[in-house]
């Protein structure tokens, strides 16, 4: 592969990586994989109206507030990253 | 194996509801989301009910709804988010009654995704655009527009993403004419996912930010973008633009436009460079609160009156304030908040502009009220942000000092209507009786939780009861003037004689009726304009108004055995099997016909419809003979007493009615004429008489009851219907177009016959043994009937005793101080010279709910149902904090065989992550024939006791990841075997001979088997997809049905020969050795059927529904779905049932635009399951294309809508 299409490509992926948040790649940490699959995951729940009820009757919650705390959750779910090393 | 879906009672929660003016008069509805089903509510001002228009089916999931009204326009439509990807408006249309897809612009992928639009959405106030939003940064923005016809017009979708965003809410902005505006509730990640200290997580704010529509340059750009409150969760729009009235024209400003952002604890009035205005959001004055806790508002309305307007905002306890806003044009003076009165914690709030109120609740019932005042003049404390200092903003980081008020019984609203909902519900059995199934349901969510027995058939309202000197055998009511609005006469039959009363203030007898005495009657009617006519065993009198009476006697020797009329016909039969046809000729003279018509064969049953509007006679009589034969002669005058057609019965024929009913599957048009033919057996044939050529097709049958059937032909809410009474009484009639029959959930009736008066409109008279009733049916939608008893906490399981009537239920809620708890707290208080305000202890939890507590705090208890008499027999309160998780009868062989029930518990338990500080089984005997309990002892376990069961004489129980067996001991219960193999924690357990199937909360359901001789529980099977189990049950020795968290349901099998090979093993040792495949079990079971039914199921169990019927998995689903999977028999079933979805999936029905295939096979494909509920609605399609699909399938329309009605009566008799 010429060094030319190895760039086009990276662009092309950082682009649909841009544009589709939560897709992942090769060098994908696991503290990343993590925060992207709880905020997929939370948003699923908030997104099911099913889903928003059966955790409320269990924690004896509003699903007003359950919907609440689950976007609230979307900020950091796994904490904060790991400390990067070189 | 095959399964065909049904459902038989729909969700009953509504996610979302929008208020607007669908069908564009002047009246305005309510559009609700039933979750996967659209239903349009219409309110009736002075009755004070909601009727339902409109209900269908969307197959997908709907998110949001909202409404939206172009410039100018009177009429609104509905824009609906869904899990499609799309985003679709609607029309309302009035006259054909039905929602018309006026677009559908494709947007993203399908499903609830981070950032696929479809979650939130929001509109202009002036309807010229909408926002539709994901959870995450994509926002979509349309603008709406209409063409030179008047017709609305979307454009292509402009961006408005923000990348790494979490989106919380999105309101749009009022601006009046303005460029369109609209504010997001914002938290940007990317700082915090980029910074491993943490800090920048503290310090990342959330952004009220304002997107403008430039629509000159049709652009969408990020106009202001603020920090506000990190609690923040709600924004309401606020009134804004100016309105130019009167002449000379003056300006007002409506309001001061921007938005309230409710947070916890406060409310925010905010606009771009505006000062800010804050409240607090007052607390129950509770001695007992929690300070921790902060007070989420969860649903919030903005209604505007002529010249102002308010807010309603709601607590998640269900407190309403009232929020308004003091204002000089622009500039907001003050921002004020007061206690308005606590209803249901709803999803969203409709307030109506007749002045009513319509709270669609979170969980249970729906409500329906009335505003009696606005609040205006009470003594309610309020809170003013001018008030404080810097209108409650000189230091927005920290809160305010709390505001407080006093909870109180409704003082605003009234309460008008209801609308029953069983959603959660959260365990269910089913109870086959002979004469019908019975459906338990536990429902609820903390003190509003209830446990409700359901029966199929239509609630009855009784209106009057009395008591007659005998019995009789008919009963008939009567106008006595074609125009009269109201019957005046009740005619009773009884053996001997006649008995005619009046129907008014009080009933009373008439002795001047003109009617004979003496003989009992055999039919009664209002003949003509203005005359009565009775027909008795020896012959006709015919009443005129001046109460002169025209007799027609019968053949001396011969009486009269059955008789049929209508307005201007009259044929009876005589007993030497000959008919007599009379017609009213035009100067209301009865006239005989010249020839009598020999049947050969005892009439025992007559029949003549109604005289269609505008013509002289009905044109076909039906008489049904002894030879169990029922012919159709023609009353028309060419042809009067010819036999036109035959049709052979299976039993003589006890009663006809001939009716027009209006059936929308077979002609949208125009009423069909049914022939409905009771037999002797107890059977109901329902034939559709051809009007042209009176010949008779399409033949339902129908098996009522063990009695001879007896019809009559009646009037249901103003239109035509039929009562069959046998040994239940059934209603057919026609409701959203269809023609149902259903039974009525009321005493046997010996004969009945539709009333119209003051005090019952629309009702019915019926005679049960020596009393005589009038009732009504006031509802046609609910075909269950429900029975109420309160709960104290959330309901979680229940079992049934084998020998004694009583269910044994199990209740616990989190988050809740039990009253051993509060009183402890009471006492510390009053030792500590606290003064403990008890009035507000005392209120009552139906209403205003239980104390909140911290997460970790628990009540729980256990109760004793007497389900027959919907009765509490016993409760007992667990203390220490326990929380009941499971239950089970248990024999113990140790104690002979002697039941005892097993309650698991766990003290101190935390959710997530799942601990408990100790679980204990604790050991009951049964008392006084079960109706109360004796603790016999209680075991200590590690962890959560999930679930239990009765096995092999012993004890089964899922403690988190172990599976245990327990043998019961003097003072404790002894550990007998163990496996700890499981992934999560056991929550489901069934059994037959020694295989124990388990089902684990994330990992499906493992086939374990136990082996006596050496003592082991082994695991030897599993599901290769890991799947989170709510409930499961045994198919047979090899097969599970099960259902999972996220809305399916499957079929799971073991092979045979696995099976075969486990059980001959006798030790398990091969089982122990053999190699794990996938990282579990060694074998797998193999998937059969799989499907999505779009709720969690709760429950599911295999039992018949109809006596003596094939057995069928019954489920019920969180939000209220009870329906049936029914496993098709034949390979031709097969093929026709899933033909004909596939070419039902092509007509496209969804209403948001989801793929049909897709939605059944959410998760994972769908394999071998129909969609009844999908098939049914081939009865809705249009005539050609209904014929097009008929075409393809081989059949008839009429034999393929018989098949879908045979399919639906012969499993669950629905």
């Keep these: 592969m010429s060094s030319e299409l190895r760039y086009t490509a990276n662009t092309q992926l950082e682009h649909l990586h841009a544009r589709y948040t939560g897709t992942g790649h090769a060098d994908l940490t696991k503290w990343e994989w993590a925060t992207h699959q709880h905020r997929d995951t939370l948003s699923s729940i908030v997104g099911h109206p099913t889903l928003t009820s059966y955790l409320a009757v269990a924690d004896g919650e509003s699903i007003g507030r359950i919907r609440f705390e689950m976007a609230e959750k979307m900020l950091q779910p796994c904490g904060p990253p790991p400390q990067k090393q070189d | 194996m095959h399964l065909y879906n049904l459902t038989l009672e729909h969700a009953s929660s509504i996610p979302s509801a929008v208020v607007g003016n669908f069908s564009g008069n002047r009246q305005q509805e309510i559009l609700i ?98 926002m539709v939003s994901a959870m995450e940064k994509a926002k979509l923005v349309y603008v709406l527009n209409r063409d030179a016809a008047a017709n609305l017009t979307i454009s292509s979708p402009l961006e408005a993403h923000k990348p790494s965003a979490i989106i919380h809410h999105i309101v749009g902005v009022d601006v009046g004419f303005e460029n369109p505006l609209y504010a997001a509730l914002e938290v940007d990640y990317a700082e915090a996912d980029n910074d491993p200290t943490g800090e920048a997580y503290t310090n990342t704010e959330k952004m009220l930010t304002f997107y403008e529509l430039d629509l000159g340059l049709n652009h969408v750009v990020r106009k202001w973008s603020e920090p506000t409150d990190p609690r923040a969760n709600l924004l309401v729009q606020v009134p804004g633009g100016q309105t130019t009235s009167g002449d000379p024209p003056v300006v007002r400003i409506d309001g001061p436009s921007g938005v309230l952002v409710c947070c916890e604890d406060h409310i925010i009035y905010r606009h771009m460079d505006q000062p800010q205005h804050r409240v607090p959001i007052p607390r129950r004055q509770n001695p007992l609160e929690d300070h921790s806790r902060g007070i989420l508002i969860i649903s919030a309305v903005m209604h505007r009156m002529k010249g102002a307007f308010f807010f309603l905002l709601q607590s998640e306890q269900g407190d309403l304030y009232k929020v308004t806003l003091e204002h000089h044009d622009e500039d907001v003076v003050a921002l004020k908040i007061k206690y308005f009165d606590t209803v249901s914690p709803a999803t969203n709030l409709c307030i109506l502009k007749s002045g009513h109120l319509f709270i669609p609740s979170e969980f249970g019932n729906h409500h329906f009220y009335q505003f009696q005042k606005l609040g205006d003049d009470d003594k309610e404390a309020e809170y003013s942000s001018a008030d404080y200092p810097g209108n409650g903003m000189r230091n927005p980081s920290q809160p305010l000092p709390a505001a407080y008020f006093r909870p109180r019984p409704l003082d605003n609203l009234v309460l008008l209507d209801e609308l029953e909902s069983l959603d959660p519900i959260l365990a269910a059995r089913v109870q086959n009786l002979p004469d019908a199934s019975l459906f338990y349901t536990a429902c609820g969510k903390g003190a509003k939780s209830t446990f409700r027995t359901l029966r199929h058939g239509l609630e009855v309202e009784e209106n009057g009861n009395s008591d007659l000197p005998s019995i009789p055998n008919a009963v008939w009511t009567l106008k006595l003037t074609e125009n009269d609005q109201y019957d005046s006469y009740i005619v009773l039959s009884f053996v001997n004689g006649t ?173 069909t004429t049914f022939v409905n033919i009771g037999l002797q057996n107890g059977v109901l044939l329902r034939t559709v008489l051809d009007p042209t050529n009176g010949k008779l097709a399409d033949t339902r049958t129908r098996f009522l009851g063990n009695r001879p059937v007896r019809l009559v032909r009646t009037l249901v809410h103003g239109s035509p219907g039929v009562l069959a009474l046998s040994s239940r009484s059934w209603l057919n009639y026609t409701y959203q177009g269809l023609v149902h029959f259903t039974p009525l959930a009321y005493d046997r009736l010996d004969g009945a016959s539709s009333v119209n008066a003051d005090l019952c409109p629309d009702g019915f008279i019926g005679i049960a043994g020596n009393t005589l009733r009038i009732f009504q049916v006031p509802r046609l939608g609910n075909k269950l009937k429900q029975e109420i008893l309160p709960l104290s906490y959330t309901p979680r399981k229940f079992v049934s005793h084998p020998q004694n009537s009583y269910f044994y239920l199990i209740e616990s809620d989190h988050r809740t101080m039990s009253p051993s708890a509060i009183a402890e707290r009471v006492k ?88 408990c500080s100790s679980g204990y089984l604790r050991v009951y005997a049964f008392t006084e024939g079960g109706s109360a309990l004796e603790l016999l002892h209680k075991t200590e376990t590690d962890d959560v006791p999930m ?89 047979d020795y090899n097969t599970v049905a099960a259902s999972d968290k996220f809305g399916n349901v499957y079929v799971n099998r073991l092979d045979e020969s696995v099976s075969k090979q486990v059980d001959d093993d006798p030790t398990g040792a091969g089982i122990l050795h053999e190699k794990s495949v996938l990282m579990g079990a060694p074998h797998k079971t193999k998937m059969l059927c799989h499907f999505h039914v779009g709720d969690i199921i709760t429950s599911i169990e295999r039992v018949a529904l109809v006596a003596g019927g094939r057995e069928v998995l019954v489920y019920f689903g969180l939000h209220g779905t009870i329906g049936i999977l029914v496993p098709l028999v034949s390979k031709d079933d097969v093929d026709f049932i899933s033909t004909l979805e596939q070419h039902m999936r092509t007509e496209n029905l969804s209403l948001v635009g989801r793929d049909h295939l897709s939605w059944r096979g959410y998760y994972t494909p769908v394999k071998a399951t129909v969609d009844g509920d999908l098939c049914e609605y081939f009865a809705k399609l249009p005539a050609q294309k209904q014929i097009a699909i008929a075409g393809e399938l081989d059949r008839s329309v009429g034999d393929v809508l018989k098949k879908l009605e045979s399919l639906r009566v012969t499993a669950s008799g629905f």
């Design chain 2, 33 to 130: 989301s039933r979750g996967t089903r659209l239903q349009l509510l219409r309110p009736d001002p002075a009755l004070g009910k909601l009727s339902t228009v409109l209900v269908h089916d969307v197959f997908g999931s709907i998110r949001s709804l909202a409404a939206f009204r172009l410039t100018g326009g009177t009429k609104d439509y509905a824009i609906l988010g869904s899990d499609s990807g799309r985003i679709v408006i609607l029309e309302y249309d009035a006259k054909q009654n039905t929602f018309v897809k006026l677009y559908q612009e494709t947007y993203g992928k399908t499903g609830a995704r981070r950032i696929v639009p479809g979650q939130m959405l929001a509109t202009d106030p002036k309807g010229r655009s909408l």
């Design chain 2, 499 to 671: 008995l005619v009363l009046s129907f008014g203030e009080e009933i009373e007898e008439i002795p001047n009726s003109g009617f004979l005495s003496s003989e009992p009657t055999l039919a009664a009617q209002q003949l003509g304009q203005d005359a009565i006519l009775q027909v008795h065993p020896r012959g006709i009198r015919h009443v005129l108004s001046d109460k002169r009476v025209n007799e027609w006697r019968a053949p001396p020797g011969l009486t009269i055995v059955a008789a049929t009329t209508n307005k201007r016909q009259v044929v009876v039969a005589l007993s030497t099997a000959e008919l007599v046809y009379f017609e009213l000729d035009v100067e209301g003279q009865l006239n005989e016909y010249q020839d009598r018509k020999a049947m050969g064969s005892t009439v025992l049953a007559l029949s003549v419809g109604e005289v269609p509007e505008g013509l002289q006679r009905f044109k076909y009589l039906a008489v049904g003979c002894e030879d169990q034969t029922v012919r159709i002669i023609s009353l028309d005058p060419d042809s009067t007493l010819e036999m036109i057609s035959l049709q052979a019965v299976t039993a003589p024929p006890s009663s006809i009615s001939i009716a027009d009913m209006l059936d929308s599957s077979i002609d949208k048009h125009r009423p």
């Design chain 2, 828 to 915: 510390i208080m009053e030792m500590s010279n606290e003064k403990v305000d008890r009035e507000m202890l005392e209120l009552d939890p139906q209403t205003f709910g239980h104390i909140k507590a911290p997460a970790g705090v628990w009540a729980s208890c256990i109760r004793i149902v007497d389900p027959v008499n919907s009765k509490t027999v016993a409760v007992y309160e667990l203390d220490n904090n326990e929380a009941a998780f499971s239950v089970a009868v248990v024999p113990f062989s140790a104690r002979s065989g002697e039941l005892l029930l097993v309650v698991g518990t766990a003290s101190n338990t935390q959710l997530a992550p799942r601990t």
């Design chain 2, 947 to 1035: 679930s239990l069961l009765g096995f092999q004489g012993r004890l089964l129980a899922g403690i988190g990841k172990a599976l245990r067996l327990y043998d019961i001991g003097k003072k404790k219960l002894l550990r007998k075997a163990e496996n700890r193999q499981f992934a999560t924690a056991v929550v489901t357990l069934n059994t037959q001979g020694s295989r124990i199937l388990a089902g684990d909360l994330n990992q499906s359901i493992y086939y374990v088997t136990y082996k006596a001789p050496e003592n082991r529980l082994l695991i030897f099977a599993d599901d290769s997809s890991a799947r989170w189990t709510t409930a499961a049950v045994m198919l």
